[in-house]
């Protein structure tokens, strides 16, 4: 192969496999929303992006493998993580965009929006910080060490979430696995700031009936979705946002719980659960678990082809990894 056409080669993988520019990523939502819900075209287009992932990826990596040469092998493994980085933080942004845009449909002021995120944003700080150390006064959770892993590079120790079994199906949703709850704070102020954060009531995830039907991977997945939103606060910044609009815009939580910007909001804290916090080994627990089926009226297959993504890029630089040692040896 020339030297010309192996770099037309490259050049053209790496579009392909990291592209992101608006104009894709526009295209791709066009085409997801005009899939109907329906478990037959899920799993089509679920065999559609593994078949493709698997085929740019291995054809990456095959190529990667005959130029020997170890500057293109860490070029692909930087973009493989600087893709996985920009879905993440484009999650983040669509976060905190759509937190501004529930305010201002209830006529919250720049000024009020600035003060309350700024409080609270300090608040999520240091109740980060206190939940990511252990706590010689909290009693550790029954679960085997070999689920710790779903713990990592989540900010949450092991130790500071409780494990609540209920017998009895969630009473809103009888379908519902399990559900996490946030961390009731006992939050000290001095001189209008919050000095430090303790727990009056620990997290915890409640695990109802369906759970154990599950098999033992889609458990750990499910263990590892509800670590994320405790890991986020989403239930937290959902409250937060809660009270401050029924006290700035003096209107009742039903109506901003349908607004639109706000139902919106909780769609994108399901996808961060899913997405934010995760490992290579969660990540790929996730994939394989909303391979079996979507979230309904929530998570569809542009959610799936992010999973997959990140998957399929953490495998993919764990691949180079191995041929740059292989290399170096």
């Known amino acids: 192969m020339s030297t010309v056409t192996m770099k037309a080669v490259f050049i053209f993988l790496s ?6 520019t608006c104009g894709i990523e526009t295209y791709r939502e066009k085409i ?16 559609m992006i593994d078949g493709t992932l698997k085929i740019v990826s291995e054809v990456i990596a095959l190529f990667v493998h005959t130029t020997h040469n170890k500057r293109v092998a860490l070029y692909f493994e930087n973009e493989a993580d600087q893709r996985i980085n920009n879905i993440r933080k484009n999650l983040i942004n669509k976060q905190k965009t759509t937190i501004e845009n ?12 600035q003060s309350e995120i700024a409080f609270f944003n300090q608040f999520l700080e240091l109740s980060t910080i206190y939940m990511s150390q252990p706590h010689s006064h909290i009693v550790p959770m029954q679960l085997d060490s070999e689920l710790f892993f779903l713990f990592e590079d989540t900010n949450v120790h092991p130790s500071n979430i409780e494990i609540i079994i209920s017998l009895e199906p969630n009473n809103e949703n009888h379908n519902r696995i ?16 919050i000095s430090s954060v303790d727990a009056q009531k620990l997290p915890s995830i409640i695990i109802y009936p369906k759970f154990f039907s599950l098999s ?5 997945a499910t263990l590892a979705h509800e670590i ?5 606060q989403h239930a937290t910044i959902q409250d937060n946002i809660i009270n401050a609009i029924e006290y700035f815009a003096d209107v009742k939580q039903e109506q901003i719980m349908n607004n639109k910007n706000y139902k919106q909001l909780i769609i994108i804290h399901e996808q961060q659960a899913d997405i934010l916090h995760k490992n290579p080994k969660t990540a790929e627990l996730m994939r394989q678990y909303r391979a079996t089926g979507y979230y309904p009226k929530c998570l569809f297959l ?14 993919f630089s764990e691949k180079l990894r191995n041929y740059s040692s292989d290399m170096h040896n």
Do not use: R
Not at 102 to 113: N, Q, R, Y
Not at 180 to 193: E, F, G, M, R, S
């Open 15 to 20: 579009i392909t496999f990291f592209a992101s």
């Open 32 to 47: 997801y929303k005009k899939c109907i819900e329906n478990i037959k075209i899920y799993k089509m287009g679920v065999n």
């Open 102 to 113: 529930i305010a201002i449909d209830f006529g919250a002021t720049k000024e009020e929006l």
């Open 178 to 193: 399990a559900t996490a709850n946030k961390l009731i704070p006992k939050i000290n102020i001095t001189n209008n700031n």
């Open 216 to 220: 033992d991977k889609q458990k750990k």
């Open 228 to 232: 994320g939103h405790i890991a986020s």
């Open 302 to 315: 542009k959610h799936y082809w992010q999973l997959a993504q990140i998957d399929e890029l953490y495998k």
